[in-house]
């Protein structure tokens, strides 16, 4: 059968389809949404910590394995909060989003979580996830949702994609590059070989286990200019996380700085609490974050 879709083309599709739970959302946040259709420039990003393990192997391993992106009711991880169970905070973030589509649906069919980048940042739209980032290609920007702010705040600003008028609730917000991002749910399969167009990493990474697993992925690699931070500089910033997360970061600094390999390494020796690293990544991320650039990043 032919009919439009909420994206307003003309598709044929069949009656499984229009009635699966990503149809059901998509048509349920798209009710909820106003405003003009983004631009199709602007680009989807899933940040992410590269060098951390799923069970004892690097996740890009997994992830070259896989070929897929999965959401954490699939994986058991999250680089945020862990809460993808039944009755679960995600759990009921995401029926309170999609109206309830996806409560019955099998955990591999719910979406998976990015941002968009609207600032065309070089680390990609939400770095308080990780310094690196898979960036999607534009087919992917259709059958996305998106909630400003995020999802963990019950949000009540919503969009798809010829309906958006979130960037103006950011801009006007004015939060940094943390806490300003606006959450996209993509829903449907995000394929490595398909669905996205380069992995970008932190050049911390060259030459280490990491580059060497990325390497194994069926997409491009790239470079952002790389965060670093000072200890001097982190010292400066007591009332960001506080104080204890400075002091950790200054124990964990290798010649007086810090960069993402080296949180990173301190996170797998088990010596330190997971969420306190987080804090230092904040810390990293928010003042040692790489320059804002409109050029090509290099391959």
Request: proline share 7%.
């Amino acid at each position: 059968m032919q009919r439009r879709t909420a994206f307003g083309h003309t598709a044929r599709v069949s009656a499984d389809l229009s009635r699966s739970p990503q149809e059901r959302a998509l048509r349920h946040v798209e009710s909820q949404s106003s405003g003009g259709p983004l631009d199709p420039g602007l680009r989807l990003t899933m940040n992410l910590h590269p060098d951390r393990l799923a069970g004892d192997r690097l996740i890009l391993l997994k992830l070259a394995e896989d070929g897929v992106y999965h959401s954490q009711f699939v994986t058991g991880t999250s680089n945020g909060g862990l809460t993808a169970y039944p009755g679960g905070d995600r759990w009921r973030w995401e029926s309170r989003i999609f109206g309830g589509a996806y409560d019955d649906a099998p955990v591999q069919e719910r979406p998976v979580y990015g941002a968009l980048n609207y600032r065309r940042a070089p680390a990609g739209g939400a770095p308080r996830f990780g310094s690196a980032h898979f960036r999607l290609t534009a087919e992917t920007l259709p059958r996305a949702t998106f909630c400003y702010p995020d999802s963990s705040a019950e949000p009540s600003d919503f969009g798809v994609a010829h309906r958006f008028s979130l960037i103006e609730a950011a801009e006007v917000d004015g939060h940094d590059a943390l806490d300003g991002h606006i959450e996209a749910q993509i829903h449907g399969p995000v394929r490595l070989d398909r669905h996205v167009e380069a992995l970008v990493l932190d050049p911390s990474y060259r030459g280490t286990p990491v580059e060497a697993a990325a390497r194994l992925l069926p997409c491009p690699v790239e470079w952002h200019a790389g965060f670093r931070l000072t200890v001097a500089e982190l010292r400066r910033h007591p009332e960001y996380r506080g104080q204890e997360y400075v002091d950790l970061g200054a124990e964990i600094a290798a010649d007086g700085r810090l960069d993402p390999r080296i949180i990173g390494d301190a996170a797998r020796t088990g010596r330190h609490d997971q969420q306190d690293l987080k804090k230092v990544w904040h810390c990293l991320a928010r003042f040692g974050s790489p320059p804002h650039s409109d050029d090509p990043l290099s391959r």
